[in-house]
């Protein structure tokens, strides 16, 4: 198609959802399953206008992948604003790992005895399957704050630590391809296991901190690096991103931490300065008033990266389930697809849920909630073309692609039409 016809529909695609935008809000969908949609017309199925093999292309869709899944952790990171000390944690940090590691090793299970796959293959189908998205399910999404409702923090907060989590068993996976063993190579314990999540994390952490602290003090004190906060986050995002992975650490783990970082920098007050009162003027403070006044600054600053970054992830977010829906058509039929996806959505994450939340007190309608909504999405995605990438035998491809397409679609529209009501009975109930 050339660039005329492709900027007609972009353009149409993107102004009928800005248009449809307040009537969607009222029907008990979410965006992303219109957009799915959206791109299964425009796939091979329909109109043939995105053809996305994702064998072909596994390379690119990889790469796309992987930024659409930076722009969404770092978002999320910017939105966990309880303190890191805060017991609050303990909950989505088990999930994340407790429930994530049963979660492989039950799809491990029925990988190798009911679909046939070599353990290597299992154990990767896992990895691609197991963490959750913390960006596709917006109807339980934590509300911004130190104060969040548990449910949706706690889902928010697993599917930001278990996307990067989730790839030391993608590693096993391919090395036990690659060499079948019946034992993890040495290099996997020390470097995948131990070293990629703990230094990202703390790598990622230390540059949000660092740079919001540096940030804030140039405004409140000498009005310097003012605007362009566009700048900030990005730069974050790949400062943060690109030194991990130099590091060999955790990328992604290393990002969503410089998010949650940069969310708690605190105000540095000049002494005996009073914060700014109610403005006289109709529309407020200017944003430069704000920026640079030593009891604003770090609020002002926190609150621009977090608007542009939010639209920079709907687009994201459009543009891979997009992709998504017309990539449905290269899944291969297989039978196996009719009992799996409802056995993981319904069966396995439940059970994997359930010794990650044993003792923290939570209600039986939280407890179910929280086994429901284990939504698949970017991450799934952003690993199955990370596999295809490192190349597969056939069969295998075929299986990972058409089960986790399939999934990750599936999820998209059962917990898309179960968000809005089960939510307003959950919120009925915790008024």
């Known amino acids: 198609m050339s660039l005329a016809g492709w900027s007609v529909v972009i ?31 425009l796939g091979p199925a329909v109109l043939g206008v995105l053809t996305p093999d994702p064998i072909q292309y596994a390379p690119l869709l990889e790469t796309v992948a992987e930024i659409a899944l930076l722009i969404s952790l770092f978002a999320v990171g910017l939105q966990l604003g309880v303190p890191l000390w805060d017991r609050r944690w303990w909950l989505p940090l088990r999930l994340a790992v407790i429930s994530m590691t049963c979660m492989v090793a039950l799809i491990t299970l029925f990988g190798v005895m009911a679909l046939g796959l070599p353990l290597g293959a299992a154990i990767l189908l896992g990895g691609i399957l197991a963490p959750t998205d913390p960006v596709l399910a917006s109807g339980v999404q934590s509300e911004p704050g130190s104060r969040p409702d548990r449910l949706g923090f706690s889902l928010a907060g697993e599917g930001g630590l278990n996307d990067g989590a989730a790839f030391p068993f993608v590693m096993l996976g391919l090395a036990l391809i690659a060499q079948p063993s019946t034992s993890p190579p040495l290099h996997w314990w020390s470097v995948e296991l131990l070293w990629s999540p703990l230094v990202g994390t703390v790598l990622g952490g230390a540059l949000g901190a660092a740079m919001g602290q540096l940030v804030v003090y140039l405004r409140a004190r000498h009005r310097e690096a003012v605007g362009l906060d566009v700048f900030l986050g990005l730069g974050l995002i790949g400062l943060s991103y690109g030194l991990a992975q130099l590091c060999h650490a955790s990328g992604f783990l290393a990002v969503f931490a410089s998010g949650l970082a940069l969310q708690r920098v605190d105000e540095k007050p000049i002494a005996d300065s009073p914060p700014l009162g109610a403005a006289e003027e109709a529309e407020g403070h200017s944003y430069e008033t704000l920026a640079t006044h030593s009891h604003h600054a770090s609020a002002t600053m926190r609150d621009s990266v977090q608007l542009f970054n939010g639209q920079l992830e709907k687009l994201a977010e459009l543009a891979l389930v997009m992709v998504v829906g017309a990539m449905l058509a290269y899944a291969a039929p297989l039978s196996a697809t009719l009992w799996f996806v409802p056995l993981l959505l319904v069966v396995l994450r439940p059970v994997s849920v359930l010794p990650a939340i044993m003792g923290e007190q939570l209600s039986v309608q939280q407890g179910v909630m929280l086994s429901w909504f284990g939504i698949r999405g970017i991450g799934s995605i952003y690993y199955l073309m990370f596999a295809l990438r490192h190349g597969l035998e056939v069969r295998i491809a075929d299986v990972l692609v058409a089960l986790t397409l399939w999934t990750v679609a599936i999820s998209i529209v059962v917990h898309g039409l179960s968000a809005q009501p089960l939510m307003r009975r959950y919120l009925s109930r915790h008024d």
């Open 11 to 41: 353009g149409a695609v993107l102004l009928s959802l800005m248009l449809l935008g307040t009537l969607i809000g009222r029907l008990p969908l979410s965006s992303a399953m219109l957009y799915l949609g959206i791109g299964w017309l």
